[in-house]
């Protein structure tokens, strides 16, 4: 099996540096850019696994890119970490409201990032299989990885999607922050509790307009639920 592509947006050298030989050492294939332009052709050329994204580009911010991407029908499936010095909580929200799958705040150790990066491959490559789910006329079908309703395309990212996919599987039941990161995220992941609250604004307003974001309810104290009891 070929080893995972990893593109590295990063404009400063010596982090750019330490990064390859970090994702190098642990078995990954590095893909160098070191600025907007460069990576906008490795994406055409050889589209990666999953892209790690400096927040302070040359020209662009990574925010400009993420919202790019993830608004491109070819680069929108390619889950992406964001990598910034910028550690306030505003920030990170941020990041993850531009498209971000996860963020890492620099300095970060090569085994952290690595770490970070095997959770979100696994999220993203492997995805929950359960076939069709039904709840008042949504339909999703994890097999082939869509979302329907009154046969119209709903436009979720891929962790929206395992979001819903868990959701739609275990209607009825309230389920904490800490429960929904170890169940959709995966166990011994570092994601904090409120990655979940922007996931869950951004599935709310994917499925907005087709009037389905109140099945996913917010229960005070407590966490989230998605029932058709409205």
């Not at 929108?76 to 970490?81: A, S, T, V």
């Not at 008042?136 to 395309?153: K, P, S, Y």
């Not at 395992?162 to 170890?182: C, I, K, T, W």
Request: aromatic share 6%; with cysteine.
């Amino acid at each position: 099996m070929a080893s995972p592509k990893i593109l590295i947006v990063e404009d400063e050298d010596h982090i750019r540096d330490m990064t390859v030989f970090a994702l190098e050492q642990a078995g990954y294939c590095a893909i160098e850019a070191p600025n907007a332009q460069v990576a906008e052709v490795q994406l055409a050329d050889q589209p990666p696994d999953l892209i790690l994204l400096d927040w302070m580009l040359p020209g662009v911010s990574g925010l400009e890119l993420a919202r790019r991407w993830k608004n491109e029908d070819s680069t929108r499936e390619i889950p992406i970490i964001m990598l910034t010095a910028r550690a306030e909580e505003d920030d990170t929200i941020r990041g993850l409201e531009s498209g971000a799958d996860d963020y890492v705040t620099k300095p970060f150790s090569p085994r952290e990032l690595v770490a970070r990066i095997k959770a979100v491959l696994r999220r993203s490559l492997d995805p929950a299989s359960q076939g069709a789910l039904y709840a008042n006329g949504l339909e999703l079908d994890a097999i082939a990885h869509r979302v329907t309703t009154a046969d119209q395309d709903v436009d979720l990212g891929p962790t929206e999607f395992r979001l819903l996919n868990f959701f739609m599987a275990h209607p009825e039941r309230v389920y904490s922050r800490g429960q929904l990161l170890d169940h959709v995220w995966g166990r011994n992941v570092y994601v904090e509790e409120r990655t979940v609250d922007v996931h869950i604004r951004r599935l709310r307003k994917a499925l907005e307009p087709s009037g389905h974001d109140n099945l996913v309810q917010t229960v005070r104290g407590t966490g989230y639920r998605f029932s058709t009891r409205v």
